[in-house]
């Protein structure tokens, strides 16, 4: 089999390092050569290209927008947020396959990255839209109904929206299947995150919002399903990890030897699902208008949710307060009307978006 060479960008986050390990496992199917990370960890950074050498290596946006239009075989974009962006048009353009764990680039950068992007070039390694991918083998895309995804719920399943008035960082950082950084795992316990890949379902689908579903399922041993015209449903199963799907990821379409332990079946175990709280939890909701407006629209709701986050955590906004300021800044965006969007569009709304969150933030 035929080595692949690989760029990893955001190589010491919870993707990076987890493709790392894949690497070291599988010398024989992989070889980086190129890593780059936004330089929160650079004592890390330094030992992992003491180890593997790659030929590119550097710190910040620009490295990893050089390092993704460097030749290789495949791109892995596990950068978090709006930083992305030109990263993923940069592989995009050269032709690369785009290993994609950076929802956010996908999201608002929209139509500017499904222009760009050939048929099969993205490879999403969102654990559901892997999923899903994995899950459409068994059928054709027009024999497909709804796409289902999963979500656990969070740490705060099944609570108030009292209850959610006295929620600490702390508490909003204990997931209770997965660890990733903080952003994202905020993300989780809104639900802003099911929102995000919601809208990725239908980006890299293309399937309207209306046939895209959301589930609670607090185990998350489903990764996500596909509900198909006969009404055969077609789902992925596997540990709560990223394993499979960054493996698919780097080796798609084939899949990598013993890349995760399977389930024990031996073991009884329940499956619980429920439907999704959207009146305690509206990111969701807040998020498919977002979609369904379209143009900068899901650009904004990101950036909106990225500065209140943030603020959240330094103690400067409750949590419920997380999403009410996406939504008010939602309120206040003027979508462009213009039928092409430029990079330019998308950044200017990220930064029009943060700003006005920031003020909203600082407001009495």
């Not at 969070?154 to 702390?170: I, S």
Request: net charge negative.
């Amino acid at each position: 089999m035929t080595v692949r060479d690989i760029v990893i960008l955001g190589s010491t986050g919870s993707i990076g390092t987890q493709a790392l390990d894949l690497v070291r496992a599988h010398p024989d199917r992989f070889r980086v050569v190129g890593l780059t990370a936004g330089g929160s960890n650079p004592d890390l950074f330094a030992a992992q290209v003491e180890e593997f050498r790659p030929a590119f290596s550097g710190l910040g946006e620009e490295a990893s927008t050089e390092a993704a239009a460097r030749p290789c075989d495949v791109v892995l974009n596990g950068i978090t947020g709006a930083v992305g962006l030109r990263p993923t048009l940069a592989a995009l353009d050269a032709g690369t396959t785009l290993a994609l764990a950076n929802k956010e680039s996908l999201i608002i950068g929209g139509p500017l990255v499904r222009e760009r992007a050939r048929p099969g070039q993205i490879v999403p390694v969102d654990s559901e839209h892997s999923a899903i991918a994995q899950s459409l083998r068994a059928g054709s895309a027009g024999e497909v109904r709804r796409l289902v995804l999963t979500a656990s719920g969070g740490p705060f399943r099944g609570r108030t929206a009292d209850e959610l008035a006295a929620v600490t960082p702390e508490q909003a950082l204990a997931h209770p299947n997965f660890a990733m950084g903080r952003v994202i795992t905020t993300n989780s316990a809104t639900l802003v995150n099911k929102g995000l890949e919601v809208i990725e379902a239908h980006l890299l689908f293309d399937v309207p919002f209306d046939r895209i579903d959301v589930v609670v399922h607090p185990q998350q041993l489903i990764h996500s399903m596909v509900e198909f015209v006969d009404g055969a449903v077609v789902a992925q199963l596997g540990l709560p990890t990223m394993l499979v799907p960054i493996s698919l990821g780097m080796g798609w379409p084939d899949r990598v030897p013993d890349a995760e332990t399977p389930i024990d079946w031996t073991k009884a175990a329940d499956w619980r699902f429920e439907p999704l709280d959207d009146e305690v939890f509206p990111a969701v909701t807040l998020a498919r208008a977002a979609g369904e407006r379209g143009g900068t629209a899901p650009a904004v709701y990101n950036a909106a949710n990225e500065v209140a986050v943030d603020a959240f955590h330094e103690g400067r906004l409750g949590f419920p307060d997380i999403v009410a300021t996406v939504s008010q800044v939602l309120a206040a965006h003027g979508v462009p009307s213009r039928e092409h969007l430029t990079v330019d569009d998308v950044l200017a709304a990220d930064a029009w978006a943060r700003a006005e969150a920031s003020e909203l933030i600082r407001q009495p």
